[in-house]
């Protein structure tokens, strides 16, 4: 266990806080959350500025250290309180194997993601333009096509064991598949591979909560 407390700034409904706390949860590792974003506010003060000069979350603390950017959280967590859990595997191709697929979130999936998940969760179905919304849909239907076929042939994002891959493609699926009011075509191993992860404790208790 850390020797030093782990804060975790930020919403609980941020899909980048909720790897955090999946992360955590896998790991075992206790910590304290404080609300902030959006309702919460707080990213523009000063004092939160002097930890992240982004205004985003989350941002993690502990004791002197500051370190702001989720899967760069994850990754940290595993090096200083996981060594040698196997989601963060030690060998150098492997865990290259699965640093790309956090990569891939940030590079692929989060641009494709945001516009259909705050044009129907985060709008009033008063001003919705579904048909651009449907427009973004059919853009993340290909990104979203490729792991589907990668998951036809292994049980988890990077091969047979479950990793940080997991965790971070894994909360956005969570909001691919969950968001209602667009058309998507089937993607039934992406769906199987969701049903596996809907098993996990970090992900019932932070990903799978209704989306806000």
Same mark, same amino acid.
């Given at each position: 266990?850390?020797?030093?407390?782990?804060?975790?700034?930020?919403?609980?409904?941020?899909?980048?806080?909720?790897?955090?706390?999946?992360?955590?949860?896998?790991?075992?590792?206790?910590?304290?959350?404080?609300?902030?974003?959006?309702?919460?506010?707080?990213?523009?003060?000063?004092?939160?500025?002097?930890?992240?000069?982004?205004?985003?979350?989350?941002?993690?603390?502990?004791?002197?250290?500051?370190?702001?950017?989720?899967?760069?959280?994850?990754?940290?967590?595993?090096?200083?309180?996981?060594?040698?859990?196997?989601?963060?595997?030690?060998?150098?191709?492997?865990? @290259?194997? &699965?640093?790309?697929?956090? $990569?891939?979130? %940030? +590079?692929?999936?989060?641009?494709? /993601?945001?516009?259909? =998940?705050?044009?129907?969760?985060?709008?009033?179905?008063?001003?919705?333009?579904?048909?651009?919304?449907?427009?973004?849909?059919?853009?993340? @239907?290909? &990104?979203?096509?490729?792991? $589907?076929?990668? %998951? +036809?042939?292994?049980?988890?994002? /990077?091969?047979?064991? =479950?990793?940080?891959?997991?965790?971070?493609?894994?909360?956005?699926?969570?909001?691919?598949?969950?968001?209602?009011?667009?058309?998507?075509? @089937?993607?039934?191993?992406?769906?199987?591979?969701?049903?596996?992860?809907?098993?996990?404790?970090?992900?019932?208790?932070?990903?799978?909560?209704?989306?806000?």
């Amino acid at each position: 266990m850390p020797d030093t407390k782990l804060t975790i700034w930020g919403r609980a409904n941020s899909v980048n806080v909720q790897k955090v706390l999946w992360c955590l949860t896998e790991l075992g590792l206790a910590y304290e959350r404080i609300d902030a974003g959006m309702q919460y506010g707080k990213t523009r003060e000063a004092e939160y500025l002097a930890m992240n000069p982004n205004a985003r979350i989350p941002t993690l603390v502990e004791g002197e250290f500051v370190l702001w950017e989720s899967n760069s959280i994850m990754r940290y967590l595993c090096l200083a309180h996981g060594r040698g859990t196997p989601i963060y595997p030690e060998a150098p191709k492997q865990r @290259a194997s &699965v640093d790309r697929w956090l $990569d891939w979130t %940030l +590079s692929t999936v989060q641009p494709v /993601d945001r516009p259909v =998940f705050w044009g129907i969760v985060r709008t009033a179905p008063a001003e919705r333009d579904m048909l651009q919304v449907q427009r973004d849909a059919d853009a993340a @239907a290909e &990104v979203w096509a490729i792991a $589907d076929r990668l %998951l +036809s042939s292994r049980r988890f994002i /990077d091969g047979d064991a =479950f990793t940080l891959a997991d965790i971070a493609v894994g909360s956005y699926a969570r909001r691919w598949l969950g968001v209602e009011g667009i058309s998507r075509p @089937a993607q039934p191993h992406l769906t199987r591979w969701l049903a596996e992860l809907g098993k996990r404790v970090g992900f019932a208790q932070f990903v799978a909560p209704p989306m806000s």
